[in-house]
């Protein structure tokens, strides 16, 4: 059972597996964030890994994913300048599918929704001196754009970090959409949990989500995983599960 594998390639009579440490995976850091148990090691380890462009983490609200995506993020653009830019999209709740009505600016739209993101960041920043003073400094610094996923059609990202959450609610169309337009020297993360699906036109089965593992999981620059251990609290472990 101390045995921990990356499965790095698959043909029809071999499988070839990276055999890593437990407690080199254990002791991996991202800034600041260490891993709580060793599925998040795991999801650590295949984040940052280079030659995967395209990596999708499933699992349960509190499994870690979005803080994970999020960290590495910030240590590939502060302190590795790997990329310029880290773009956060996720799709506006049904009910506001026309953004359009909203008064003010796209980010100001957005706040709603994306205020998950800076409880995130103050994670992150929490133990620092002034966390707010520092969540704007690395907003600033890191160049975060917020957006919503109907801005981003017919606009290609290079040399960007690009997260989508929440990816639950997004049809085989919009995945698609936003994948082609992710450019050069660019890597994307997608976010989501197939239980929470709040957009009625959509099930698990039905889920772009779905349909994206299915897709990708024979091409060697992608890397899939399912994160399962909740760290938030037991109680919402509790809800997860029986509620």
């Given amino acids: 059972h101390d045995f921990v594998g990356y499965v790095r390639n698959v043909s029809e ?24 148990n060793m599925e998040q090691a795991m999801a650590f380890f295949l984040v940052q890994q280079p030659h995967i462009d395209m990596n999708v983490l499933t699992g349960p609200a509190g499994s870690g994913k979005t803080l994970i995506a999020l960290a590495y993020g910030l240590h590939a653009i502060l302190e590795e300048r790997r990329y310029d830019k880290l773009i956060v999209a996720r799709s506006t709740p049904p009910i506001a599918e026309d953004i359009g009505f909203l008064p003010g600016t796209e980010e100001e739209k957005m706040a709603p929704w994306l205020a998950a993101f800076d409880d995130n960041l103050e994670v992150l920043h929490g133990n620092d001196e002034s966390p707010f003073s520092s969540i704007e400094y690395v907003k600033d610094k890191a160049n975060i754009q917020f957006k919503s996923l109907n801005f981003m059609r017919g606009r290609s990202f290079n040399n960007a970090y690009i997260v ?16 082609t337009r992710v450019g050069a020297n660019s890597k994307i993360v997608v976010l989501g949990n197939l239980a929470q699906i709040d957009n009625k036109y959509i099930s ?34 509790f809800a997860e599960e029986n509620l």
């Fill in 13 to 36: 009579n071999r499988l070839q597996v990276l055999d890593l440490s437990r407690e080199q995976l254990m002791h991996q850091r991202l800034w600041g964030l260490k891993p709580r």
């Fill in 204 to 237: 698990p089965l039905t889920s772009g989500l779905t349909y994206l593992v299915e897709k990708s999981k024979h091409f060697p620059h992608a890397g899939i995983m399912h994160v399962n251990g909740i760290e938030r609290s037991r109680l919402a472990a």
């Fill in 164 to 179: 989508i959450d929440e990816a639950q609610g997004l049809t085989q169309f919009q995945l698609k959409s936003i994948i």
